[in-house]
Nanobody
Framework: QVHLVESGGGLVQAGGSLRLSCAAS????????MGWFRQAPGKEREFVAV????????YYTDSVKGRFTMSRDNAKNLLYLQMNSLKPEDTAVYYC?????????????????WGQGTQVTVSS
């Protein structure tokens, strides 16, 4: 069992930055691939980024490449998402997720545990 808690969301103007954090507890954090997803009102939850358990491999969805940076600190059981050059279309609830898989999952079914989400609102 893994318990995940996101923080760091808020309201920011377009072009601004936010840093999301995800604190993990329970089973060994370093055993899990970790993902960030987001869900805008009326839309399905969508993949944002994933990082391998070791931190050696990452993958981003095209719409955030060059603007978002995902990282993890296995010693502190923390996951991060640095979001720069934010756009109104980035507005969503952002979720972190943990998955015990051999592949870097990009769908919700690749993850076993989810946080409660943190709201990110980007004004134009």
């Amino acid at each position: 069992q893994v318990h995940l808690v996101e923080s760091g969301g808020g309201l920011v103007q377009a072009g601004g930055s936010l840093r999301l954090s995800c604190a993990a507890s329970g089973r060994t954090f370093s055993e899990y691939n970790m993902g960030w997803f987001r869900q805008a009102p009326g839309k399905e939850r969508e993949f944002v980024a994933v990082i391998m358990w070791s931190g050696n491999r990452l993958y981003y969805t095209d719409s955030v490449k060059g603007r978002f940076t995902m990282s993890r600190d296995n010693a502190k059981n923390l996951l991060y998402l640095q979001m720069n050059s934010l756009k109104p279309e980035d507005t969503a609830v952002y979720y972190c997720a943990a998955g015990f898989r051999l592949v870097l999952g990009r769908t919700t079914s690749d993850y076993d545990y989810w946080g409660q989400g943190t709201q990110v609102t980007v004004s134009s």
